[in-house]
């Protein structure tokens, strides 16, 4: 990019993130993972998915096997922090692009209750993170949500469901921004263009 729009950021420490870090499973890399994007990158472009319950020992009880860990804000924001920025060669945690305070996670569909496993399955979960541009005018805030959209559609579960949004008051035209983040046909018709692919696979590279 030929322009810095913001050539002097506020940058935060690594020591001074929050983070509980997970062990990386041992998944397959022939095992897609689910969702709109799920063929949008390449399986290489993305560390193994620590949620996925292939990972369990095969000496674990059959009922371990189907226990489901819960997945909480924590959980969500350390997979997003180490998006590289598209301008910088600084995260978007350490940007404060991502904040764990504007993450969080809404059950929206119940499991039935009429099912008599019910109570082991998980309720279908939205994921809102609401993302905070370095300035007000920044012309990359489309492609910020992007990567973390396509990150989180990538490495979770296909119970949860993803909605990405610039904060209020932090962009002049989130408005519009939030449009086009939610708009999944819009989102499928953007990840087609070479260019912005090229750039969200650089980002990606470091999670």
Known sequence: MSEILNANPTIRSASDLPSRRREPSKKSKTQRPFGLLSSAIPDFAYAPDPFDPSSSSGSESSDDEHEVEPIDEQEIYDLIASIQDPEHPLTLGSLS?????????????????????????????????????????????TVIGLGVRVRLEQALPPRFRVDVRIKEGTHSTAEQVNRQLGDKERVAAALENGTLMGVLRKMLEGC
């Open 97 to 141: 692009v991502v904040n764990l305070p504007d993450i969080s996670l809404t059950p929206t569909l119940p499991p039935s209750s009429l099912s008599k496993t019910a109570s082991q399955v998980p309720p279908i979960t939205t994921v809102t993170v609401l993302v905070t541009p370095t300035i007000t005018h920044c012309s990359l805030a």
